[in-house]
């Protein structure tokens, strides 16, 4: 079955406490991005991965890293999360871009909720 | 830059009556997409409908109807007869050149509450 997969579905931490949240898919797609959704703001890029080692900024990068050595896992770090980081994060992923433009459907995985205490 | 809106924050609904969800768009693209996306109370999100900027057809799902007129900026979404089953938030998204291409630039969700 074709999925994004995302573990731990449910987290609740301390502030400063290192935590990786883990995001894989099956279908080989090239792109790769995670999102975070907030009451009243939707959902919002942090990072994004066109292909293997390639990775850059979305949109409210701060207090996130990600890393993808290996096409199919890309990992959301919080290296010292904080209270405002307390939010649903989701991955996605889907074929790569047409002439610079996301066309393809995106596959969202079924999401993290984290909460920071 | 790119925006989304969907002004309707929350709408409530008896079940068999027709809704409107709200859709409008900015971009200075004329290569673009969108989407829509349904919420179930569950949390995860699924994928409803994708266009593209040069297809102004309307489209048809079963209960589901999307109106799309670039004339207005706007991209409905229409369910009929809606069931309990319907209610969601529903998030409407844009992907286009000038919003760097590389993300979906979300709405901020309508709430749909469908009761008996």
């Known amino acids: 079955e074709a999925q994004v997969t995302q573990n731990p579905r449910y987290l609740i931490t301390v502030t400063g406490k290192k935590l990786t949240v883990t995001c894989s898919q099956n279908m080989n797609h090239e792109y790769m991005s995670w999102y975070r959704q907030d009451p009243g703001l939707g959902l919002r890029q942090i990072y994004y991965?066109?292909?293997?080692?390639?990775?850059d900024k979305g949109d409210v990068p701060e207090g996130y890293k990600v890393s993808r050595k290996e096409k199919r896992n890309f990992p959301l770090i919080l290296e010292s999360p904080s209270p405002n980081q307390t939010s649903l994060y989701f991955c996605?992923?889907?074929?790569?871009?047409?002439?610079?433009?996301?066309?393809?459907?995106?596959?969202f995985g079924p999401g993290t909720r984290l909460t920071v205490l | 830059a790119q925006k989304v809106t969907q002004a309707q924050t929350e709408i409530s609904v008896v079940e068999k009556e027709d809704v409107t969800l709200d859709c409008v768009y900015e971009t200075r693209d004329t290569t673009y997409y969108l989407f829509w996306y349904k919420q179930p109370p569950s949390g995860e999100l699924v994928f409803l409908i994708r266009r593209n900027s040069f297809d102004e057809q309307n489209e048809i799902s079963g209960r589901y109807s999307w109106n799309f007129q670039k004339s207005t900026s706007s991209f409905n979404f229409t369910i009929t007869a809606s069931q309990v089953v319907d209610s969601a938030v529903y998030f409407c998204a844009l992907s286009g050149f000038t919003g760097g291409g590389n993300k979906l630039t979300f709405g901020t969700g309508t709430q749909l509450k469908v009761e008996l």
């Open positions: 991965s066109m292909n293997v080692e390639v990775t």
């Open positions: 996605a992923s889907s074929f790569g871009l047409a002439g610079g433009v996301l066309t393809d459907t995106q596959y």
